[in-house]
């Protein structure tokens, strides 16, 4: 399994869709650069790029529990796993993604847990609640 923490959230598609395009690109840029980041961090252990379905798990954690929706948040991220070589593709038959919105209000970030989708299972869990550092499931 592959564990990236990005300290950062990413836009909404709303947000990407109302901005210039020179801006929009910029930010796609900037989200490749830091999956690359936590790709190649020594605490990362990446295995060699492999070509399959993957199942990928994207925990936002906001600082508030404002309503949001389950699907604004994907794009830049899943456009950044694919240009980093995470996975093959974003689409349906390359991928399978999972969403969670949790709280934290001292350390707003992106998780992203990428595994082989008949591994998938139980290796993270889905327990609902409160983490470990005070973070609350929205």
Not at 58 to 73: K, M, Q, W
Not at 118 to 135: K, L, N, P, Q, R
């Amino acid at each position: 399994m592959i564990h990236l923490v990005i300290p950062a959230l990413p836009p909404s598609l709303n947000r990407l869709l109302n901005m210039h395009w020179a801006k929009r690109a910029r930010i796609k840029k900037e989200w490749q650069r830091l999956v690359w980041a936590a790709k190649n961090s020594d605490l990362t252990k990446v295995p060699a790029e492999e070509h399959g379905r993957r199942t990928v798990n994207l925990e936002y954690y906001f600082p508030t529990h404002r309503r949001r929706d389950v699907d604004n948040y994907q794009k830049v991220i899943l456009d950044a796993l694919t240009e980093n070589g995470l996975i093959v593709d974003d689409s349906p038959e390359c991928v399978e993604v999972s969403v969670k919105f949790l709280m934290s209000c001292d350390h707003p970030r992106t998780e992203i847990r990428i595994c082989d989708a008949a591994v998938s299972g139980g290796e993270h869990g889905d327990s609902a609640g409160t983490g470990g550092d005070g973070e609350t499931t929205v």
